[in-house]
T-cell receptor, first 113, second 115 residues
Framework: AQKITQTQPGMFVQEKEAVTLDCTYD???????LFWYKQPSSGEMIFLIY??????QNATEGRYSLNFQKARKSANLVISASQLGDSAMYFC??????????FGTGTRLTIIP | NAGVMQNPRHLVRRRGQEARLRCSPM?????VYWYRQLPEEGLKFMVY????????ESGMPKERFSAEFPKEGPSILRIQQVVRGDSAAYFC?????????????FGEGSWLTVV
């Protein structure tokens, strides 16, 4: 069965520190895409970063980078120099070659001043 | 370029009433998706539509729920005879093509409360 797992329900991180949010997945499909979304308390889903399974390099978008380890089936999100505004729920999602995104259960990140 | 527009943002319905949620995709996007988020959970896929066609409704409850994306106008998610368990956030998303590098953008969500 294809599934996606976020094992950290909550994290507390000091402001300006880097933070890694874990995401692992299970699939036998060689072609898939990985997404990370941020959901602040206001509720909207904000796209952060995308990684294709055949991409040679890890994706980066500003302070966000994706530590993609294909053999281990993990796609951890790294946020550098965390800010108070980074406090939110973070969801990992995967597209297994069809039109659906399958979401993890999320990690609630709290940045401490 | 406006993003995915959903309305209403918040909707309160009594048990047994109907709820209609609207979604206008981003300009140039012809693919629309609906997801549901129950409290403290991730989003769950409901339905995927293209103009005038339902492509995949495998996540839709068999009864009371329907979706459409007409040739003109927004996509509509309709919930008939709502029950308390329908209380959730309903997110619409759109993409210009198949999900992948084209990526998929979400609206701000519609929060349905059934009292």
């Amino acid at each position: 069965a294809q599934k996606i797992t976020q094992t950290q329900p909550g994290m507390f991180v000091q402001e300006k520190e880097a933070v890694t949010l874990d995401c692992t997945y299970d699939t036998s499909d060689p072609s898939y895409g990985l997404f990370w979304y941020k959901q602040p308390s206001s509720g909207e889903m904000i796209f952060l970063i995308y990684q294709g399974s055949y991409d040679q390099q890890n994706a980066t978008e500003g302070r966000y980078s994706l530590n993609f380890q294909k053999a281990r089936k993990s796609a951890n999100l790294v946020i550098s120099a965390s800010q108070l505004g980074d406090s939110a729920m973070y969801f990992c999602a995967i597209n297994f070659g069809n039109e659906k995104l399958t979401f993890g259960t999320g990690t609630r990140l709290t940045i401490i001043p | 370029n406006a993003g995915v527009m959903q309305n209403p943002r918040h909707l309160v319905r009594r048990r047994g009433q109907e709820a209609r949620l609207r979604c206008s995709p981003m300009k140039g996007h012809s693919h629309v998706y609906w997801y549901r988020q129950l409290p403290e959970e991730g989003l769950k896929f409901m339905v995927y539509l293209q103009k005038e066609n339902i492509i995949d409704e495998s996540g839709m409850p068999k009864e009371r729920f329907s979706a459409e994306f007409p040739k003109e106008g927004p996509s509509i998610l309709r919930i008939q005879q709502v029950v308390r368990g329908d209380s959730a956030a309903y997110f619409c998303a759109s993409s210009p093509g198949t999900v992948g590098r084209n990526t998929i953008y979400f609206g701000e969500g519609s929060w349905l409360t059934v009292v």
